[in-house]
């Protein structure tokens, strides 16, 4: 008889919530911390914005009017916008050069480390072995970090960045330089959490 508590009973294609992952990591790189009131939030949002009413409506996801409307003064009363709608929009684009230079080091020298725990199953020259639930922190290389990064700025969606992540991972963690591990692939579904960072 055999465990089957550590094999999913469909492994299938990755939730992996890479996007999000990949937002937590820029933000943990912010050398300082962003607005924490509704009011310096709109201020900055306000200036990120230029101005535009129709730009900032539609990062925090409310109507133009809404935004037209919306005195500075009101936001230390009642703010229109939710907080946590404010907050997210401002660490979103707060010190956009300070997240700039993390990718580019990322993309030209740095890599990324990647720790996740997920199903991996295995394939190599013809053969399979039994995939299982495994916990994994490795770092992957540069060029493996440029096509993440750079698909990631493409508007790639989880689902599309999900085969560059096993793909990064596979050699970075699995393949062995040299051996006969190099035709190896890994299959990387049904992931439990992911955390990425610079």
Same mark, same amino acid.
């Given at each position: 008889?055999?465990?089957?508590?550590?094999?999913?009973?469909?492994?299938?294609?990755?939730?992996?919530?890479?996007?999000?992952?990949?937002?937590?990591?820029?933000?943990?790189?912010?050398?300082?911390?962003?607005?924490?009131?509704?009011?310096? *939030?709109?201020?900055? /949002?306000?200036?990120?914005?230029?101005?535009?009413?129709?730009?900032?409506?539609?990062?925090?996801?409310?109507?133009?009017?809404?935004?037209?409307?919306?005195?500075?003064?009101?936001?230390?009363?009642?703010?229109?916008?939710?907080?946590?709608?404010?907050?997210?929009?401002?660490?979103?684009?707060? =010190?956009? *050069?300070?997240?700039? *230079?993390?990718? =580019?080091?990322?993309?030209?020298?740095?890599?990324?480390?990647?720790?996740?725990?997920?199903?991996?199953?295995?394939?190599?020259?013809?053969?399979?072995?039994?995939?299982?639930?495994?916990?994994?922190?490795?770092?992957?290389?540069?060029?493996?970090?440029? =096509?993440? /990064?750079?698909?990631?700025?493409?508007?790639?969606?989880?689902?599309?960045?999900?085969?560059?992540?096993?793909?990064?991972?596979?050699?970075?963690?699995? *393949?062995?330089?040299?051996?006969?591990?190099?035709? /190896?692939?890994?299959?990387?579904?049904?992931?439990?959490? /992911?955390?990425?960072?610079?």
């Amino acid at each position: 008889m055999t465990d089957d508590s550590t094999q999913p009973s469909a492994p299938g294609r990755a939730t992996a919530k890479i996007l999000d992952a990949l937002q937590r990591a820029e933000r943990a790189v912010i050398t300082r911390h962003a607005p924490k009131s509704a009011l310096a *939030q709109m201020k900055f /949002l306000r200036t990120r914005a230029k101005g535009s009413a129709k730009t900032l409506a539609a990062d925090l996801g409310v109507s133009r009017s809404t935004v037209e409307r919306l005195p500075l003064r009101r936001l230390k009363e009642a703010p229109e916008a939710p907080p946590a709608t404010l907050t997210e929009a401002t660490e979103e684009q707060w =010190q956009p *050069q300070v997240r700039a *230079q993390a990718r =580019q080091h990322a993309a030209t020298s740095g890599g990324l480390v990647i720790s996740c725990r997920a199903y991996f199953g295995f394939t190599a020259d013809g053969t399979s072995d039994e995939g299982r639930v495994k916990d994994i922190i490795t770092a992957v290389s540069p060029d493996h970090a440029a =096509q993440i /990064l750079q698909r990631r700025e493409a508007g790639a969606t989880d689902e599309y960045l999900q085969p560059l992540l096993a793909e990064a991972i596979t050699y970075s963690y699995f *393949q062995e330089v040299g051996t006969t591990r190099k035709h /190896l692939r890994a299959d990387f579904t049904d992931v439990e959490w /992911l955390n990425i960072s610079f």
